[in-house]
């Protein structure tokens, strides 16, 4: 049950900055030329491309030009480690996905520390978006957790 347990929080991470952005292309245009971001790398393991996450939240946070380049060089961090680690066979699944939390709380951090005051808000609205988008598709079936202890269902 644990590893279920990471999983989905790994799954969580994973979506968290990918939900905005694939919400935000699809609102943008209706242009087939460009894949969801989702679909981007044709695995379903993959994230977006770094590139294409910061123009996002450029466009979400409206962050300066060095505010850019150091998400950027963030996300590509975040990216080139998450592919190692998939390649890693030597891990368990459980370390694995602990190993992948550590990724991305650690970008999570390394990008709300670049942000000015306002910026972290919205920051931080995306974030809670993300983890109740996260609870609400996520949480498997009414009976999965039965007798299990656990944060308690949201109203």
Known sequence: MFNRY???LVA???????APFAAAQDSQSNDQSAPP???????????????QRTAE???QLNLTSDQQSKVLAALQSE?????SLHQDTSLSQQDRHAKMMDIHKTTDS???ELLDSNQQKKWD???AKRDQWMHNHHAG????NSGQQGPPPQQ
């Open 141 to 144: 079936p009414p009976d999965a």
């Open 37 to 51: 971001s989702h679909e981007m790398g044709g695995r379903h393991h993959g994230s977006p491309d770094p590139a």
């Open 6 to 8: 990471l999983f989905v």
């Open 125 to 127: 609205e995306m974030q």
């Open 79 to 83: 990216h080139s480690q998450m592919e």
């Open 110 to 112: 390394q990008i709300r």
């Open 12 to 18: 969580a991470s994973a979506l968290s900055l990918t």
């Open 57 to 59: 939240l450029t466009k």
